[in-house]
Nanobody
């Protein structure tokens, strides 16, 4: 069974940087897109950044210019470079994979917590 495992979260001061990683165990066939979502306490999960199979990217307005999504080794490694972090970026960050194959579509990792102190 394919799994997504996030890492790299932690506590950082406002203005600092973190890089999140998402490692795929196994292979996801026919990836449509992979991305990062986050959920802050008391709020709904929201899209942070996504990369489609053609390499195109899309970012939430709140992170444009500060966050960068990238991948390596095909889709086995997905990164989120986060710069100039703000307290409002505090959340649990989740990796997500969408696939054209039903059995591997809409996979989620367990999340990694990011806390930004002011």
């Amino acid at each position: 069974q394919v799994q997504l495992v996030e890492s790299g979260g932690g506590l950082v001061q406002s203005g600092g940087s973190l890089t999140l990683s998402c490692t795929t165990s196994g292979s996801i066939p026919r990836v449509v897109a992979m991305g990062w979502y986050r959920q802050a306490p008391g709020k709904e999960r929201e899209l942070v950044a996504v990369m489609n199979s053609g390499g195109g990217t899309n970012y939430a307005d709140s992170v444009k210019g500060r966050f960068t999504i990238s991948r390596d080794n095909g889709w086995n490694l997905l990164y989120l470079q986060m710069n100039n972090l703000k307290p409002e970026d505090t959340a649990v960050y989740y990796c997500n994979a969408r696939s054209a194959v039903r059995t591997t579509d809409n996979l989620w990792g367990q999340g990694t917590r990011v806390t930004v102190s002011s």
